[in-house]
């Protein structure tokens, strides 16, 4: 079984029912100078760094997925794309902006983020920004339902995922296991499975890491429209994080 292995036009379509790209373009940018630099940790099928290269940034993206580096690649744009672990990842450059949403950095493990959180503020330019959108404790909590099926639709096609969830309490992991049923427009069906697991981290603890890792947060909100975090915990939460003396390492 693997993890996010299956064609990422079909992911494409799945995405575009959860997200507002023109919303997060204006986020982003709202951090970035003038043809600044980018790094997107976990860039999957690209689709955030393509919009940002249109808005004239200079673009990296990092993403395990051989077949979402791929789609991304042949998806066209200026963009640099490393096919690796985020937690291997390594570079020379720094960045404005550094960003890893849509529960990305919860694929990693506890250590693993320890150490990617530390390089992350080394790769910061002075003034530069890390974004992290994370799925936190009670995100997992609120969604957790045992079995899931749902639909996406685009232009005839029908991808139909069915989902299991489990969580272990005891080491705070959230698996997914999904199978995804695509029925094309001439009717041809593929079928495809999606693995992962998940740490269920809280966000006082991804505070504590930021913070071990030498990173402040300076904002927090509860969507990329920049609205105040639920006072009910629940939804999203994005921090927004910078080098504790305002430099890199
Ligand atoms: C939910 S998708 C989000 C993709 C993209 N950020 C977006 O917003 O559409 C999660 C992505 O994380 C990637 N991923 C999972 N573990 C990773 C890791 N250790 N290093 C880099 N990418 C990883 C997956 O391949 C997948 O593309």
Request: hydrophobic share 40%; with cysteine; charged share 25%.
């Amino acid at each position: 079984m693997t993890g996010f292995e299956f064609p990422g036009e079909y992911y494409e379509i799945i995405r575009k029912d959860f997200r507002n790209l023109e919303v997060e373009s204006s986020f982003f940018s709202s951090y970035l100078p003038a043809a600044g630099r980018v790094l997107d940790l976990g860039c999957g099928t690209g689709t955030n760094l393509r919009a940002l290269s249109d808005l004239g940034y200079a673009c990296t993206g990092v993403d395990q997925s051989e077949q979402f580096i791929d789609f991304a690649m042949k998806a066209g744009g200026d963009i640099e794309y490393v096919h690796c672990s985020a937690a291997d990842y390594e570079t020379q450059e720094q960045f404005d902006l550094i960003y890893a949403v849509f529960v990305t950095l919860n694929y990693l493990k506890r250590d693993e983020l320890g150490r990617l959180l530390a390089k992350v503020r080394g790769w910061l330019r002075p003034g530069g920004r890390f974004v992290v959108d994370i799925g936190h404790m009670l995100n997992f909590a609120d969604s957790y339902q045992p079995y899931i099926v749902a639909h996406h639709r685009h232009e005839g096609i029908l991808i139909t995922r069915l989902i299991r969830h489990a969580v272990n309490a005891h080491t705070a992991n959230w698996r997914h296991e999904e199978t995804i049923l695509v029925r094309e427009a001439d009717g041809r069906v593929s079928m495809y499975d999606n693995f992962f697991d998940q740490m269920a981290l809280t966000a006082p603890e991804l505070r504590q890491l930021l913070k071990e890792a030498g990173l402040t947060v300076t904002e927090e909100y509860g969507s990329f429209r920049k609205e105040i975090p639920s006072p009910r915990g629940k939804g999203h939460l994005i921090f927004i994080a910078e080098s504790v003396d305002g430099t890199s390492s």
